[in-house]
T-cell receptor, first 116, second 116 residues
Framework: EAQVTQNPRYLITVTGKKLTVTCSQN?????MSWYRQDPGLGLRQIYY???????DKGDVPEGYKVSRKEKRNFPLILESPSPNQTSLYFC???????????????FGNGTRLTVT | DQQVKQNSPSLSVQEGRISILNCDYTNSMFDYFLWYKKYPAEGPTFLISISSIKDKNEDGRFTVFLNKSAKHLSLHIVPSQPGDSAVYFC???????????????FGSGTRLSIRP
């Protein structure tokens, strides 16, 4: 089944403890991206990657890192999580090197992160 | 500054009637617009799109209308069904000057509830 898989689905951690949220897609998509969803703010882009070894900042990149060593994987790294990073995170991918009208984003099921 | 705005956080509609979800935008350079639907505990899924050169696009019970002069688009669902209860996001691509890839900007979402 074609899908974007995120792990874990739920994560509770403490301030400052490094964590990684994994994202993998099996559709051979070029583009991958991370979003966070917060009440009243919709989905805001954290980082995106147009291709392997190519990553760039989105609207809210502070406190996050990403890497794209393989086409299928795009992990999100929080080196020193803080409570303001408590949020619902989504990984997404699209076939082309950037979503288009005919190549929309496909989303994973989300990771709910709580930082205490 | 939100370039894509959904001013109604929630909407309740009786089953069988028409649901109208609204979205306003500020950037007249958007090439197309999309609607995504999101159920609880799942990621958003692409629903319908419309190119900026059109004023209407229809797909089954879903129709999106685009009014460029008013910078407004709306999603009509007729007839509304219980399975339509979800959060709906409108979205549009923004191409940063430093990148060849578009990033998708999302509105804050409207929670649609279909009551029996």
């Amino acid at each position: 089944e074609a899908q974007v898989t995120q792990n874990p689905r739920y994560l509770i951690t403490v301030t400052g403890k490094k964590l990684t949220v994994t994202c993998s897609q099996n559709m051979n998509h070029e583009y991958m991206s991370w979003y966070r969803q917060d009440p009243g703010l919709g989905l805001r882009q954290i980082y995106y990657s147009m291709n392997v070894e190519v990553t760039d900042k989105g609207d809210v990149p502070e406190g996050y890192k990403v890497s794209r060593k393989e086409k299928r994987n795009f992990p999100l790294i929080l080196e020193s999580p803080s409570p303001n990073q408590t949020s619902l995170y989504f990984c997404a991918s699209s076939l082309t090197a950037g979503p288009t009208l005919n190549s929309p984003l496909h989303f994973g099921n989300g990771t709910r992160l709580t930082v205490t | 500054d939100q370039q894509v705005k959904q001013n109604s956080p929630s909407l309740s509609v009786q089953e069988g009637r028409i649901s109208i979800l609204n979205c306003d935008y500020t950037n007249s350079m958007f090439d197309y617009f999309l609607w995504y639907k999101k159920y609880p505990a799942e990621g958003p899924t692409f629903l319908i799109s419309i190119s900026s050169i059109k004023d209407k696009n229809e797909d089954g019970r879903f129709t999106v209308f685009l009014n460029k002069s008013a910078k407004h688009l709306s999603l009509h669902i007729v007839p509304s069904q219980p399975g339509d209860s979800a959060v709906y996001f409108c979205a549009a691509p923004l191409k940063p000057g430093y990148s060849s890839a578009s990033k998708i900007i999302f509105g804050s979402g409207t929670r649609l509830s279909i009551r029996p």
